[in-house]
C-alpha cells in the first residue's frame, strides 16, 4: 500500500492487483485496487477493472474478521470467461432484455444477443469487461467508465459513475450515475455475491443463514427467465421471504433450482435517507448480519445456481449456492414493457441509483 487519507475514521489506500490489456490502446494497463478501512475493522477492496469489489471483511461475534464476498486473488480469475460477474458493475443495463431489441421514439434498435437470443449484463463486453479511471475524493472512491455510441448496438455515448463510499458504523454505499447524449436504456448493478459465514464455506453456510425480502411481488418471467410484464404476488408461494426464512429451506421448496428472481420492492419503509429497506441476511454461527436499502424499484435475487466449480480467493472451491446476490435495480426488460418503471434517459437527464449494505452483529435471533 503506497497512499492512504483518513477521512471520518475511513482511510483509502491503494496498490496493484495486476494487470490487463487495455483493448482501446492495446497496451498492458496496470489494474488499481482501493481499500477502504473504518475504525471498526470493516474494509472493502475494489478494483477499477469492471469496477468490480474483491473483498469486504467484517468481523463476527467474537471479533474475528473474514471476507464474506466470492472472488479472485489475481486478474486471471476476474479475466476468465467462467467469471459469473463477481462484484462487478454491471451495465449498461443489467438483467436479460428480450430478444436483444427495443424501440425507442418509434426506432428499433438491435443489441447484441449473448444468452441465445436475448441480451444479459450488458452483452458480450459489459461495463464489467472494462478499465474505468479511478480518482479518491476524501473518503470516497470515484469510478468512471465512457461508454460509446453503439457500444453492444445501444444508441448514445453514455458516461457512468460508480462510487463507493464506506462509512464508520459500518455502511457501504454503492452510487452510480450515468448521462447519456442519445435515449438509451440504463440500468446498473453491483454483482457482488455474499456468503456471511466467509466466503469459503460453501453451500452448507449459505443454506444455514436467514433471509427475508420486503417485496410482496415478483415479476413473472417465461421459460426463457424473460419478463412478460406480469406480476406474481408471493403470498402463499414458495417465493415468498416476507418472513425470515433459512434459505436452505427456502431453497427445498422451490420447483427451480434456486432463487433468481426480480422481487417488486414495497416502499412503505422508506428511511430518512430516501432509501427503502430491501432484504436482510442473518447468519446464526457468526453472528453477521447486512441490511440492503436502496431507492430502486426490484432487487433480484440470486442464489448462484449456476456457478460452475470455480477456485476463488485463498484456494476456496465455489460452487452452486455457495453465496448469494442482492441486485438492486430497475424491473428487468423494463425498456420493452410500458407499465414498468422508465428505464430510458434523454439527454440532460441523469441517471441515478443508490444502494446500501449495512453490516452488524447480531448476538441471538
Not at 303 to 320: F, V
Not at 346 to 365: A, D, M, N
Request: charged share 20%; net charge negative.
Amino acid at each position: 500500500m503506497d497512499e492512504g487519507q483518513d477521512i471520518r475514521d475511513v482511510i483509502v489506500m491503494e496498490d496493484k492487483f495486476g494487470e490487463c490489456i487495455n483493448e482501446e490502446t492495446g497496451q498492458v494497463t496496470p489494474v488499481r485496487r482501493l481499500t477502504l478501512t473504518n475504525s471498526q475493522r470493516m474494509s472493502v477492496q475494489v478494483i477499477d477493472y469492471g469496477a468490480t469489489i474483491t473483498t469486504i471483511k467484517v468481523p463476527d461475534k467474537r471479533g474475528n474478521v473474514d471476507d464474506v464476498v466470492l472472488g479472485f486473488d489475481d486478474m486471471k480469475g476476474y479475466l476468465d470467461s467462467k467469471n459469473p460477474y463477481f462484484g462487478s458493475t454491471v451495465g449498461r443495463v443489467a438483467n436479460r432484455i428480450a430478444g436483444g431489441k427495443f424501440t425507442i421514439s418509434n426506432q428499433e434498435h438491435k443489441i447484441s444477443q449473448n444468452v441465445d437470443v436475448n441480451h444479459l449484463h450488458g452483452g458480450f463486453k459489459g461495463f464489467d469487461k472494462v478499465m474505468w479511471s479511478t480518482d479518491v475524493q476524501g473518503a470516497k472512491v470515484v469510478m468512471t467508465h465512457m461508454s460509446p455510441d453503439g457500444d453492444e448496438g445501444y444508441p448514445g455515448a453514455v458516461i457512468a459513475t460508480t462510487t463507493f463510499e464506506l462509512t464508520a458504523d459500518n455502511r457501504l454505499f454503492i452510487t452510480m450515475e450515468a448521462v447519456s447524449t442519445k435515449p438509451t436504456p440504463v440500468n446498473l448493478t453491483n454483482h457482488s455475491y455474499f456468503n456471511l459465514a466467509g466466503h469459503g464455506m460453501g453451500s452448507e453456510g449459505a443454506y444455514n443463514q436467514i433471509v427475508n425480502i420486503n417485496a410482496d411481488y415478483i415479476t413473472t418471467m417465461d421459460d426463457n427467465l424473460i419478463v412478460t410484464g406480469e406480476l406474481t404476488p408471493v403470498a402463499n408461494s414458495s417465493y415468498d421471504l416476507r418472513i425470515p426464512k433459512f434459505l436452505g429451506t427456502a431453497i427445498k421448496e422451490l420447483v427451480e433450482p434456486g432463487f433468481d428472481f426480480n422481487y417488486c420492492l414495497n416502499k412503505s419503509l422508506i428511511q430518512p435517507t430516501g432509501l427503502t429497506f430491501a432484504a436482510r441476511a442473518f447468519d446464526p454461527e457468526s453472528g453477521r448480519y447486512m441490511e440492503v436499502h436502496t431507492d430502486q424499484p426490484g432487487i433480484q435475487f440470486y442464489t448462484g445456481n449456476y456457478i460452475a466449480d470455480i477456485t476463488g480467493k485463498k484456494g476456496a472451491s465455489y460452487s452452486k449456492h455457495c453465496a448469494y446476490c442482492f441486485e438492486t435495480q430497475n424491473y428487468p426488460n423494463a425498456v420493452n414493457i410500458a407499465n414498468f418503471p422508465n428505464s430510458v434517459i434523454r439527454p440532460g437527464e441523469k441517471y441515478k441509483h443508490v444502494v446500501s449494505y449495512s453490516f452488524g452483529v447480531q448476538q441471538i435471533l
